[in-house]
């Protein structure tokens, strides 16, 4: 097996070995450091470290991707309580395809189309408690917000209104720090219910 030596953001190094729950390139971003309510209230990340590359793998498993179907088929499966980003999804299928698991080929479309092959197929068997438990819980989360389609698109709406607003050009600091209030209050609010 090939093991491989990444150094995250944060100036520390981690071996990864593309299954089981190691640490490798791309999953200092794979809980995306963005924190959730789960369906028990407790904030926390969404993911532990390398259950992101798990969850790619099934779903690749399942059937070929693109990077951005992964993103989609991980928001819509918790309901919208996680969406990774761009910045955790990439680096995790370059890694993915660096360790042999993943194969990429360009789509009819021109987007880079995802297949498992047989690594990758062997690191999820390897791996198949740690997989089923990480499903499990993004089912969960799923069905705590599946009730509530009203807050799930409220939840959207404030995205695409912020994704929106920086698509339009540079924030300045004045603005950047009304836009954090406006958040900080609005978050604050909501937890106190």
Do not use: W
Request: proline share 3%.
């Amino acid at each position: 097996m090939r093991h491989e030596h990444h150094q995250d953001g944060g100036g520390s190094s981690h071996m990864g070995c593309g299954h089981g729950r190691g640490r490798g390139f791309g999953e200092r971003a794979e809980g995306g450091g963005q924190r959730h309510r789960g369906p028990l209230g407790r904030m926390g990340r969404f993911f532990e470290h390398g259950d992101l590359r798990l969850v790619a793998l099934q779903l690749i498993a399942e059937k070929p991707r693109h990077g951005y179907e992964i993103i989609k088929a991980i928001e819509e499966q918790s309901g919208g309580a996680y969406t990774p980003s761009a910045g955790a999804i990439y680096p995790t299928l370059t890694l993915l395809q660096e360790l042999g698991q993943l194969a990429v080929s360009d789509g009819a479309d021109g987007r880079k189309l995802y297949t498992i092959t047989d690594a990758g197929t062997a690191a999820l068997v390897a791996s198949r408690k740690t997989v089923d438990a990480v499903l499990a819980r993004i089912a969960e989360a799923g069905a705590s917000t599946g009730a509530m389609p009203q807050l799930r698109d409220a939840m959207h709406k404030l995205k695409q209104a912020l994704r929106l607003r920086l698509s339009r050009g540079p924030i300045d600091e004045a603005e950047l720090q009304n836009l954090v209030r406006k958040l900080e209050d609005l978050s604050e609010s909501i937890a106190q219910g």
